[in-house]
C-alpha cells in the first residue's frame, strides 16, 4: 500500500530526445507527488511537484504528468541534454503519514551526447 | 538561508570506532530525516524526527545507531562500533511541517 514503483532502472537517451520515467502507487490519499535529481556525490535536490487536482505540470524541459485513475505519474525530460545525466527519484506523500515521503527506487538517466 | 548543512562531508572511522554525523535542518524547518545511501543504489530511510521526539524509526538498524534530535543544536546520527558494511553516503533532510524536503550534501562515512 505505501509502496512506490518507479521504472525504469536505468534509461539511455540521446541528446535532444525526449526521456520518460514513470512511478506508480498504490495508496489513494497521496496528494503530492515530487520528483528528485541526484547527481554523484551530491545529495538529492527537488526538481518539480505535482498535487493531484491537475494533471500537469510543466516547468521549463521537466513536465509530470499525472493520472489519478490509473495511479501513475511521470516524468518528461523534453530535448534531452549531457547535463541532465544524473539519477531521478519520484515520492508520495499524505497527511496520514505527516507528509512523510514514500520513495521510488530511482532511475539512472545517461544523455548520450 | 543556508540550506542544510551536514558536516563532515567526509568521515573516517576504524572498525569498533564510533562515528557521529550532525545535521542543521534549514531556518523554520522542524522535521528531520536520515537517509541512507549505498553506490548506485536508492534512499534507504533511517528515521524521521521533530525537536526532540523520534517519530518514525522504523528504518533504523536495532543495534548501535541512534538519533537525536535536540531542542538546542543539530540533529545526531550515532553510530557505535562500526563495521565495514556501515560504509554508506548519509543524507539529511529537513521540511517544514508541510511538504518540501531540502536534502543536504550527505556525510561520506568509510569504515577501514
Known amino acids: 500500500q505505501q509502496q512506490v514503483k518507479q521504472s525504469p532502472q536505468s534509461l539511455i537517451v540521446q541528446k535532444g530526445g525526449i526521456s520518460i520515467i514513470n512511478c506508480a502507487y498504490e495508496?489513494?490519499?497521496?496528494?503530492?507527488f515530487p520528483w528528485y535529481q541526484q547527481f554523484p556525490g551530491k545529495g538529492p535536490a527537488l526538481l518539480i511537484a505535482i498535487r493531484p487536482d491537475v494533471s500537469e505540470k510543466k516547468e521549463g524541459r521537466f513536465t509530470i504528468s499525472f493520472n489519478k485513475s490509473a495511479k501513475q505519474f511521470s516524468l518528461h525530460i523534453m530535448d534531452s541534454q549531457p547535463g541532465d545525466s544524473a539519477t531521478y527519484f519520484c515520492?508520495?506523500?499524505?497527511?496520514?503519514?505527516?507528509?512523510?515521503?514514500?520513495w521510488g527506487a530511482g532511475t539512472k538517466l545517461i544523455i548520450k551526447p | 538561508n543556508a540550506g542544510v548543512m551536514q558536516n563532515p562531508r567526509h568521515l573516517v572511522r576504524r572498525r569498533g570506532q564510533e562515528a557521529r554525523l550532525r545535521c542543521s535542518p534549514m531556518?523554520?524547518?522542524?522535521?528531520v530525516y536520515w537517509y541512507r545511501q549505498l553506490p548506485e543504489e536508492g534512499l534507504k530511510f533511517m528515521v524521521y524526527l521533530q525537536k526532540e521526539n523520534i517519530i518514525d524509526e522504523s528504518g533504523m538498524p536495532k543495534e548501535r545507531f541512534s538519533a537525536e534530535f535536540p531542542k538546542e543544536g543539530p540533529s545526531i546520527l550515532r553510530i557505535q562500533q562500526v563495521v565495514r558494511g556501515d560504509s554508506a553516503a548519509y543524507f539529511c533532510?529537513?521540511?517544514?511541517?508541510?511538504?518540501?524536503?531540502?536534502f543536504g550534501s550527505g556525510t561520506r562515512l568509510t569504515v577501514v
Open positions: 533532510a529537513s521540511s517544514p511541517p508541510v511538504n518540501g524536503y531540502t
Open positions: 531556518k523554520g524547518h522542524s522535521h
Open positions: 495508496n489513494t490519499a497521496f496528494d503530492y
Open positions: 515520492a508520495a506523500s499524505d497527511i496520514s503519514s505527516n507528509y512523510q515521503l514514500i
